[in-house]
């Protein structure tokens, strides 16, 4: 599948995981995947054949690219508590390049820029690597991805490009991570207790927003505890307690606690959906 140095020693479950995490970057990058019938009409299925979404078995992982490898691993293990399940890398060639940055490179000559200008790295000629960790929480995976200039070493503090700045989650194609923090969590202390613990491991970067209106940083740390959710008590989401956060790499966070009302119309719909789903076996 790719050009690496992990190729060989993968196993196959390995490589399955990979090549899901592929197909998932693919379509971050805003490649579709092949299908069976590639030229046929869209919306066309052949006979017999189950509708998409009854061939879809949920989601598999979330992929977040990082900057510091070390720094967004450390973050998502040893503060949020996921656990690894594998880690590869080395990635380059051809055959990865294509795979995850075909669209990109298209719109690149389109535009008639540099593709470096636009965040493409050049895995096809082996100056950029590609590094991947897969951490697992309770029901999700988290896929962080470094992508780094041949000459520095795996998990450094280094990414091929420059991080983003100025990522307001109200813009479009912006991405975010949401945790759900256990019913019996005192929402407000488990902030707090997020920032101070970040915070003590040098990621100063780690902030919550407030529910309260504040002017600068100062002002932000000042206020009181409260102040650490948003508890919804009206209308369909009456139970919801939210808070958005900027994590390790200035990623893009959400955390929830879902009780009362709003608890059982989402445990409601989990239980329909199975039953659904066990209907078209």
């Keep these: 599948m790719m050009e690496s140095q992990g190729q060989v020693s993968g196993g196959l479950d ?3 995981a990979l090549k899901t995490a592929g197909t998932a970057l693919a379509s ?46 450390t973050f998502y293990t040893e503060v949020l508590g996921g656990t690894e399940v594998m880690r590869d890398g080395d990635f380059q060639g051809e055959r990865i390049h294509n795979t995850l940055l075909t669209g990109p490179e298209i719109e690149a000559r389109a535009r ?11 895995l096809r000629g082996g100056a950029q690597r590609l590094d991947v960790r897969f951490i697992q929480f309770d029901n999700v995976v988290i896929e962080l991805l470094q992508y780094r200039d041949a000459d520095q070493p795996m998990g450094g503090a280094r990414a091929f490009a420059e991080p983003l700045d100025h990522m307001s989650p109200a813009f479009p194609r912006m991405m975010h991570i949401c945790f759900h923090i256990r019913d019996d969590v005192d ?24 529910i309260v209106t504040v002017a600068n940083e100062a002002e932000r740390r ?46 409601d719909a989990l239980e329909a959906r199975r039953k659904m789903v066990s209907a078209a076996r």
């Design 28 to 73: 971050a990058t805003g490649m579709t995947a092949p299908s069976a019938a590639q030229g046929q009409e869209a919306g066309s299925l052949k006979s017999g054949e189950r509708p998409i979404g009854q061939r879809l078995r949920g989601v598999q992982h979330f992929g977040l690219t990082v900057q510091n490898m070390e720094r967004a691993f």
């Design 222 to 267: 000042a206020t009181p505890l409260e102040a650490n959710s948003n508890g919804i008590t009206e209308g369909k989401s009456d139970g919801w307690r939210l808070i958005y956060c900027t994590g390790s790499e200035g990623e893009q966070l959400e955390f929830v606690q879902a009780l009362g009302p709003v608890k059982q119309t989402f445990d």
């Design 14 to 16: 390995h490589r399955d």
């Design 187 to 210: 929402f407000n202390q488990f902030i707090a207790d997020l920032e101070a613990e970040s915070g003590r491991r040098g990621m100063t970067n780690v902030r919550a927003n407030r």
């Design 112 to 122: 008639g820029v540099n593709p470096r200008t636009m965040g493409i790295p050049d």
